[in-house]
């Protein structure tokens, strides 16, 4: 199974080359989920974080299990006890992405892909012992609520709906969901933020920023 950091632009420093370090972000001192996780696994999550800035692909893709296993010096069964505790940490990345000659770009793809929720690649070995590669796939229909439906319909980048919409129901169970529209709408109507090219990006990570609190954009370091 492969495994990615989730909304890894939080941790990596620069985007047109792989840091040495990684932000330590200061919101795991409020964060619910950090302190949940038994001490072993933080200090796991860490060296994940650390394993997974070297990606030559800086999208904080993480090796094999076998590989992990011996860069954390951890056997492969204490490996996945400690991936099966990081789910909110960590997003699988097996799962194949259908393009097309009309995806000209990741996010095109992502769209044309996103009915396929799942696509599972399996190694079936024969009797005589000759590998064949089998694949199954399954289809889900999503049922998005009507306040989801409106923000969707507003929201400029339609890509990951699925996505989106896990991270979305997460945020609502405290937020009110108008509290969101109505600030997805102030900067949709606001210069500053519609010509920015870097702030409407992938919904999950916009609502996971909670972008719709912002007032002005992000100064860009100089």
């Not at 789910?87 to 044309?112: G, M, N, P, S």
């Not at 405290?174 to 090219?197: C, H, M, N, W, Y």
Request: aromatic content about 10%.
């Amino acid at each position: 199974m492969g495994y990615r950091v989730r909304d890894w632009n939080k941790y990596k420093h620069f985007k047109d080359r792989n840091a040495p370090w990684v932000k330590l972000n200061k919101d795991l001192l409020n964060n619910k989920d950090w302190f949940e996780l038994p001490d072993e696994t933080t200090k796991v999550l860490v060296m994940l974080w650390l394993v997974a800035s070297e990606d030559p692909e800086r999208e904080g893709n993480l090796p094999d299990e076998g590989e992990l296993a011996f860069r954390l010096r951890l056997d492969v069964t204490e490996i996945r006890k400690h991936l099966d505790r990081l789910e909110k940490w960590l997003e699988r990345t097996d799962v194949v992405v259908y393009q097309t000659e009309t995806a000209k770009t990741q996010d095109d793809a992502a769209v044309i892909t996103e009915k396929a929720d799942t696509f599972v690649t399996k190694i079936t070995t024969s009797k005589k012992g000759s590998k064949r590669l089998s694949s199954t796939k399954k289809c889900e229909k999503h049922s998005y609520s009507e306040q989801f439906e409106e923000f969707w319909i507003l929201y400029p980048k339609k890509a990951l709906k699925g996505s989106a919409y896990k991270k979305y129901l997460q945020i609502t169970e405290t937020v009110p969901a108008d509290e969101i529209i109505a600030g997805l709408q102030r900067q949709l109507d606001d210069s500053r933020f519609t010509e920015d090219p870097n702030h409407f990006t992938h919904a999950e990570t916009w609502l996971n920023q909670k972008r719709w609190e912002l007032k002005a954009p992000k100064r860009k370091p100089t």
